[in-house]
């Protein structure tokens, strides 16, 4: 089995790793967030605050842990050092399962918006071949190199930064000539806890992404400081992007037009810039999902690789290209991919596929909580070094994760648990199928 060694090199820097972060941080949901929060007023700017601090003190615990476990597999390395072979494997089981389902979302969104510039994308068929072609397309950049990768991550995250930051200096230089008569009143009277709770549920989904950079680490070049810088200033600087630009749409546009609105970002630019918007939101939705399938592609790949390579998956996964890229994880995770963009092209399948997204995102909660959990673990048995400043983090990152799992829903978790019993069998049948082979 041919492994990524010095000899390859460690293609991922500092600004590669924070586009890693960010760039799958920020996707096609920003978009579309504001109408939901829209009601909400002034509570979604509080549920923003809350769900920032909660992300940064989890960003917090996975850079502690790949400071003392720099190891490709991020949260599966973290659990696995901590609770043994068994649960390392069913979280990493569980996490590369809403890798490849929740790709397909993001592949689905972004043909969605190319839909608008192209209205023959959304033929039946023609939708689902552009989305297979997408992912593929992608797959074989990743195969290509974890360089190039990078340097395409670089390139997309830019591109859908640009505009965003721009609806940021529009609100500014708005509020700054027109005053701020035009920002809807802040009145104690409409913050309510039921409000908050339900902004902070509905912000949670921008975050998730936050671990990326841990997942790679073998390819990341000092890996103990670049992925722990890379995972805070990622999770801030998106968490800053989302609440500048979230509030600005939800507390400057009459919250009607907002929440009725299917492209709230075309509707503000179309009121405050004079212009027709809509194409140019369509566009940038299709750049900003672009981006964010790139890294999560990476990152599905990367996974079952560094399971393999610890005789935990089959061996097969976890050979490498002469480049090091784990080449043949690529090709099999796709084609799971495209089983699933299959599945969702057929109307029948459509409310399954809506509940597998529900499903999945219920998965990264408990990885969030598992690997809390290993940090404890891991500072118990003095593997992790912290002073006490980091140990309230950590309570507050458990806490943060406990109660997102709680408004995440019953049947999600339920089914997402389940999923993870699920993934023990697995695991047990391949140590059958290993044989008299030790493990690592």
Not at 87 to 115: H, R
Request: glycine share 10%.
């Amino acid at each position: 089995m041919q492994e990524y060694t010095a000899a390859t090199g460690r293609p991922m820097g500092f600004w590669m790793a924070l586009a890693l972060v960010m760039g799958s941080m920020i996707g096609s949901g920003v978009f579309l967030l504001p109408a939901s929060l829209a009601p909400l007023g002034w509570n979604s700017v509080i549920g923003w605050l809350i769900t920032v601090s909660g992300a940064l003190c989890v960003a917090s615990v996975f850079g502690a842990l790949s400071k003392a476990l720099p190891q490709a597999g991020g949260p599966y390395a973290y659990t696995r050092a901590a609770f043994g072979d068994g649960a390392g494997f069913a979280i990493a089981w569980a996490y590369w399962i809403s890798m490849w389902v929740g790709n397909a979302a993001i592949a689905t969104a972004a043909v969605s918006y190319l839909s608008q510039l192209f209205p023959i994308v959304s033929t039946h068929g023609v939708s689902a071949a552009i989305t297979i072609a997408i992912v593929w397309a992608f797959t074989l950049i990743n195969i290509r190199g974890t360089k190039l990768a990078g340097q395409v991550q670089i390139v997309w995250t830019i591109a859908k930064l640009l505009p965003l930051v721009a609806v940021i200096g529009l609100a500014a230089y708005v509020l700054a000539t027109q005053g701020t008569g035009l920002v809807r009143t802040f009145d104690t009277a409409d913050i309510s806890t039921a409000s908050i709770s339900t902004a902070t549920i509905l912000t949670l989904w921008a975050m998730l992404g936050l671990e990326l950079a841990t997942v790679p680490a073998d390819k990341v070049q000092d890996p103990e400081r670049t992925i722990n810088r890379a995972t805070l200033f990622g999770t801030a600087g998106a968490g800053g992007i989302y609440i500048l630009v979230c509030s600005a749409v939800v507390l400057m546009l009459p919250a009607a037009i907002t929440s009725a609105s299917a492209a709230p970002f075309a509707d503000f630019v179309n009121i405050y810039a004079g212009t027709n918007a809509g194409t140019v939101i369509a566009a940038i939705g299709t750049i900003s999902a672009l981006g964010a399938l790139n890294g999560w592609i990476m990152c599905q790949a990367e996974l079952p690789a560094a399971l393999a390579r610890d005789g935990l998956f089959p061996e097969f996964m976890g050979k490498a290209a002469a480049n090091g890229t784990p080449r043949n994880a690529h090709v099999f995770s796709t084609s799971l991919l495209t089983l699933v963009i299959l599945m969702n092209s057929s109307r029948s399948m459509a409310s399954m596929f809506e509940f597998l997204i529900v499903l999945t995102t219920a998965i990264v909660l408990v990885m969030y909580l598992g690997c809390a959990a290993a940090a404890f673990r891991l500072i118990q048995t003095g593997a992790l070094k912290v002073g006490a400043g980091f140990k309230i983090i950590l309570f507050l990152a458990a806490l943060y994760s406990c109660w997102t799992i709680y408004g995440a829903g019953a049947e999600a978790l339920i089914w997402g648990v389940a999923l993870l019993l699920i993934g023990l069998p697995v695991f047990w049948l391949l140590r059958l199928a290993r044989g008299s082979k030790p493990s690592t």
